[in-house]
């Protein structure tokens, strides 16, 4: 298969893992876009509730709703289909559900934050709340004023009265229609300084959205099984990468003497250094150090003669060369920011 053909093949799987793309992911991924740097930030996906953000001492467990939502809507206790606890009868029966605020409100601790992501909010009980400009993780944030406050806790059971004092909405920039949702975060993927080009906006955003889909699946039956459900900083810096690490890799590309189409296709295969070529890349870069630390002449060593080197070495097990000096060029970037 061509190389070509091969990115044709890849940017049509991408597009294919954006169709499972809907609201709540949306969400997720503005979120990560707009504070995965923060110290320790982690996301749990669907853990005590559909998403819980922490970084250093904040965490918040929040909900997110594609619908309008209003007081009345988030306090009405829903139902539910079980088993019939009696035993006398084989069919089901409803038993009422927590409202969406009791669900919200029901984890963590008083210190915790609790956040409601909606499309908009009932125009007589937006009056009702006041704007904070910005938020710990969002934008802006709709806090209740005392007269909501009162409402919501008469839905309340006593122990999540005091909950609500740390209790906020957040109306989502991001459009349901997901052609438009996706523009959004291309934008705010651009806006954080994390590079598009090449579609690559079009591809972190299929990769994000496959992995919280493959997130979600994990059934949580103690503690430790949390684990599975978790996007850490450490993920989100792997897969949004800056335009200045780009223009890092692009400076030592150029600085090699392949032609316009070689380097057109190394460019297209760094595409999927993160995505698909991770435990490739750090054998080379064990490889790269290795190879720099035998020679001992580390100021007469050329990038060049390092990417050969990785090349001729790796060659046997099949690997096309555009991919393997990719790979390279990536490995001696970050081995430059460790040393």
């Given at each position: 298969?061509?190389?070509?053909?091969?990115?044709?093949?890849?940017?049509?799987?991408?597009?294919?893992?954006?169709?499972?793309?809907?609201?709540?992911?949306?969400?997720?991924?503005?979120?990560?876009?707009?504070?995965?740097?923060?110290?320790?930030?982690?996301?749990?996906?669907?853990?005590?509730?559909?998403?819980?953000?922490?970084?250093?001492?904040?965490?918040?467990?929040?909900?997110?709703?594609?619908?309008?939502?209003?007081?009345?809507?988030?306090?009405?206790?829903?139902?539910?289909?079980?088993?019939?606890?009696?035993?006398?009868?084989?069919?089901?029966?409803?038993?009422?559900?927590?409202?969406?605020?009791?669900?919200?409100?029901?984890?963590?601790?008083?210190?915790?934050?609790?956040?409601?992501?909606?499309?908009?909010?009932?125009?007589?009980?937006?009056?009702?709340?006041?704007?904070?400009?910005?938020?710990?993780?969002?934008?802006?944030?709709?806090?209740?004023?005392?007269?909501?406050?009162?409402?919501?806790?008469?839905?309340?059971?006593?122990?999540?009265?005091?909950?609500?004092?740390?209790?906020?909405?957040?109306?989502?920039?991001?459009?349901?229609?997901?052609?438009?949702?996706?523009?959004?975060?291309?934008?705010?993927?651009?806006?954080?300084?994390?590079?598009?080009?090449?579609?690559?906006?079009?591809?972190?955003?299929?990769?994000?959205?496959?992995?919280?889909?493959?997130?979600?699946?994990?059934?949580?039956?103690?503690?430790?099984?949390?684990?599975?459900?978790?996007m850490d900083r450490n993920y989100f810096s792997k897969i949004l990468q800056t335009s200045e690490s780009l223009k890092r890799f692009d400076n030592v590309l150029n600085s090699l003497d392949y032609n316009m189409i070689i380097k057109k296709l190394v460019?297209?295969?760094?595409?999927?250094?993160?995505?698909?070529?991770?435990?490739?890349?750090?054998?080379?870069?064990?490889?790269?150090?290795?190879?720099?630390?035998?020679?001992?002449?580390?100021?007469?060593?050329?990038?060049?003669?390092?990417?050969?080197?990785?090349?001729?070495?790796?060659?046997?097990?099949?690997?096309?060369?555009?991919?393997?000096?990719?790979?390279?060029?990536?490995?001696?970037?970050?081995?430059?920011?460790?040393?």
């Amino acid at each position: 298969m061509s190389e070509e053909a091969e990115a044709n093949n890849f940017d049509n799987g991408g597009a294919e893992a954006i169709k499972g793309f809907n609201f709540q992911k949306a969400n997720l991924i503005l979120l990560a876009v707009n504070n995965y740097q923060k110290n320790n930030f982690k996301i749990y996906i669907e853990a005590e509730d559909d998403i819980v953000v922490s970084y250093e001492n904040y965490k918040a467990f929040i909900q997110v709703k594609k619908q309008v939502h209003t007081f009345n809507k988030i306090t009405k206790k829903g139902t539910k289909k079980i088993n019939d606890p009696s035993g006398k009868s084989k069919q089901k029966v409803s038993v009422p559900s927590p409202s969406i605020l009791e669900k919200n409100l029901s984890s963590g601790t008083e210190e915790d934050t609790f956040k409601l992501i909606v499309k908009d909010i009932g125009q007589q009980d937006k009056k009702q709340l006041k704007i904070k400009r910005p938020g710990s993780i969002c934008s802006e944030l709709y806090v209740l004023s005392d007269n909501a406050k009162e409402t919501l806790i008469k839905s309340l059971p006593d122990e999540l009265v005091r909950k609500i004092e740390n209790f906020y909405f957040f109306i989502s920039p991001v459009h349901e229609d997901l052609n438009e949702a996706e523009k959004y975060l291309i934008g705010s993927l651009t806006s954080a300084g994390i590079s598009v080009d090449d579609k690559r906006g079009r591809l972190i955003i299929a990769e994000l959205s496959l992995t919280i889909d493959q997130k979600a699946q994990y059934v949580i039956n103690n503690e430790l099984d949390k684990e599975f459900k978790l996007m850490d900083r450490n993920y989100f810096s792997k897969i949004l990468q800056t335009s200045e690490s780009l223009k890092r890799f692009d400076n030592v590309l150029n600085s090699l003497d392949y032609n316009m189409i070689i380097k057109k296709l190394v460019k297209k295969e760094r595409l999927k250094i993160e995505l698909n070529k991770s435990e490739l890349k750090e054998e080379i870069k064990k490889s790269i150090t290795e190879y720099i630390e035998n020679r001992g002449e580390i100021l007469k060593i050329s990038d060049k003669e390092i990417v050969e080197h990785i090349v001729n070495k790796f060659k046997s097990r099949k690997i096309e060369d555009v991919t393997l000096i990719s790979v390279a060029i990536e490995s001696l970037c970050e081995l430059g920011d460790e040393f």
